[in-house]
């Protein structure tokens, strides 16, 4: 069954040039090069890189660099920072870690060289040093001190001290996946939709494959919108692209499925684009789901789709769910720094065993419907058995039973 989902519209989205762009301009990019080559320097490691990517591009406006310790607060106690006095939402810490004698060694310097495998990515101006609290950040993130979370896992191999400041990056990482063409900028997809003529765009965020039930919500989101008025929506099919747990199903195999659902026009007419978010998923509930629509609406989102914990996960332990089904909505619709969003209702959707298709979920004929979870899909895909006719674009069956096949064969060598 796929759960209840619901559409926040919201208006006022930031336009192309009010985005912090972090990237050096091609005429000055030489000189700064040349002039980084000579600094102390700092390396991030994977998961740092990403998320000065999502910096670069202006994914986390308006924060213009890895976040100082005020910054930092405000995120951990707020989930907002404040600009010029207002609470602009930013509840994910973008933060870099380093060791005591990295930070012995680089406290007092005007700037720093970001690097990642030698190669210089960014200057820091002005790095400041502050105590790496991880228990706290931990807690105040996600509710939990446990280190069987992935993400608190992380936290916890990180570095003892946390250094903020702005940066200038010289490029745009380039990750020569075969995926680099797909990772557009906010300001690009902006222009890709104002190239389509788009009156409204709905985004949707997902980090699985997706099945003929997200496509009848797809449906069905472009449908009410041209009730209300709109002549051109535009679907942003938006995959979460950075650091994910490992059981996950990764980038490359979703995006293979993505191409072959697009191609094969399982959204109906509606035009599509296909555009990754370079963010690290964290796994934090509610305040990723926050982080998740605030970043979309800095590209150019004008609506947002969200169902139920998308961003959440069992408990380490494996009793229950980490977070409750739906605070993540909850909290998107009463956060005043997204104060703007308004809330459409959707019904659930599930197989309809008498229509051989997904449908949205009738309570007067319940004995119809087989739900089938995205676990119970995964097993599924495992087992290379075939899910009703119906529930997923063939095509994109049979690559999600390659990838399951594939991890079948890596097990037995």
Known sequence: MLARSVLFVCFGAVAAQDLINLIVPPDAKAALAASAGKLDSLALNEEELQWLHVLAEGWATPLKGFMTEEEYLQSTHFEHIIVDGQYVPMPVPIVKTCTTEEKDKLTGKESIALTHNGKIYAVMKSPSFYEHFKEERAGRTFGITDKGHPYIEIIHNGGDWLVGGEIQVLEKPVYNDGMDQWRLSPAELQAEFKKLGADA?????????????????????????????????????????????????????????????????????????????????????????????????????????????????????????????????????????LAKMKLLPFHFASYDTKAGKMAFFDPKRKEDFQSISGSKMRKMAANGESPPAGFMDPEGWKILVAYYKSLAGKKEL
């Open 201 to 337: 765009v709905f985004a949707f965020q997902l980090r699985n494959p997706v099945h003929n039930g997200h496509a009848l919500l797809m449906q069905d989101t472009a449908a009410k919108l041209k009730e209300q008025g709109y002549k051109k929506p535009v679907l942003w099919l938006s995959p979460l692209g950075g650091w994910t747990k490992d059981d996950d199903v990764p980038l490359k195999t979703r995006m293979d499925q993505h191409h072959a659902i697009i191609k094969n026009g399982i959204f109906g007419d509606t035009p599509v684009v296909l555009g990754i978010f370079p963010s690290p998923m964290i796994y934090g509930g509610p305040r990723e789901v926050q982080w998740h629509a605030k970043s979309r609406m800095n590209a150019g989102a004008t609506h947002y789709i969200v169902g139920r914990d998308p961003a959440g996960m069992k408990h380490p332990d494996g009793t229950k769910d980490l977070y409750h089904m739906w605070h993540g909505q909850t909290m998107l619709k009463n956060n005043p720094g």
